[in-house]
């Protein structure tokens, strides 16, 4: 059972298909409109509403916030279930997670994701999403949420593999983007406008006796 109407095929086969065979995916008009609309205006909601709603993002566990400023740049809020337009983007990945488990054998166990909005000028350096030696992000998400984005505007998500680039991607509206998180370094160019974005994470269930682990 899914929550969408009938006009919309979810492209969940593409994205298994794209990342069997490459690693990583890239959609348009990924989500019915009527969700990526609520999604845009909720995070316009956020910002406007209060500025201390988005917070300076980390790097790892365990943050030293000055150093973070050279690498990343982007201000975040985690979604949660309590607000409808968010509830509705974690129960679409929630059944893309299942598809993907389904078709995949991936074992994907939670996903996470947090809104995030780049100023003129904010960047985030190249990196692995996947924390070293945990291996608990295994699949990493962006949805974009910018109309009218052009390449004069910059902000694009340039993705590595063995230090060949191998794409660029406009942060344009209702883009979405799915790759192996411990496969694809990958960074975001200086924005020259407003960026807004949906990033997101699925893990495996990586728990013993010791810890709990996802935390959230
Ligand atoms: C991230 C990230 C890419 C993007 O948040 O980890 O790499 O295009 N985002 O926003
Ligand atoms: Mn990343």
Redesign the pocket.
């Known amino acids: 059972m899914h929550s969408f109407d009938s006009f919309f095929e979810p492209p969940f086969e593409r994205i298994a298909e794209d990342l069997a065979h490459r690693g990583y995916s890239i959609i348009d008009c990924a989500l019915p409109d009527d969700m990526t609309l609520q999604l845009s205006q909720r995070l316009l909601h956020l910002i406007r509403q209060d500025d201390e709603s988005l917070q300076v993002a980390g790097i790892g566990r365990g943050d030293q916030h000055a150093q973070n400023r050279f690498v990343?740049q982007?201000k975040i809020r985690w979604l949660e279930q309590d607000n409808s337009a968010e509830k509705a983007w974690l129960e679409y990945m929630s059944e893309l997670r299942v598809y993907l488990n389904r078709r995949l054998f991936l074992g994907l166990f939670s996903y996470e994701s947090h809104f995030?909005h780049?100023r003129p000028g904010a960047f985030?350096k190249t990196?692995l999403?996947a924390f070293r030696g945990q291996a608990n992000r295994i699949l990493?998400t962006?949805l974009?949420l910018n109309k009218h984005w052009q390449t004069k505007d910059g902000g694009e998500?340039v993705m590595y593999n063995d230090d060949q680039l191998i794409a660029t991607?406009l942060?344009a509206y209702g883009r979405l983007?799915v790759f192996l998180s411990e496969e694809f370094p990958?960074?975001?160019n200086p924005t020259q406008r407003n960026?807004y974005?949906i990033?997101g994470w699925f893990r495996v269930n990586t728990s013993n006796n010791d810890k709990v682990d996802p935390p959230r």
């Open positions: 990343r982007d995030a780049y985030y990196h999403d990493s962006v974009y998500l991607v942060p983007v990958h960074e975001v960026r974005s990033a």
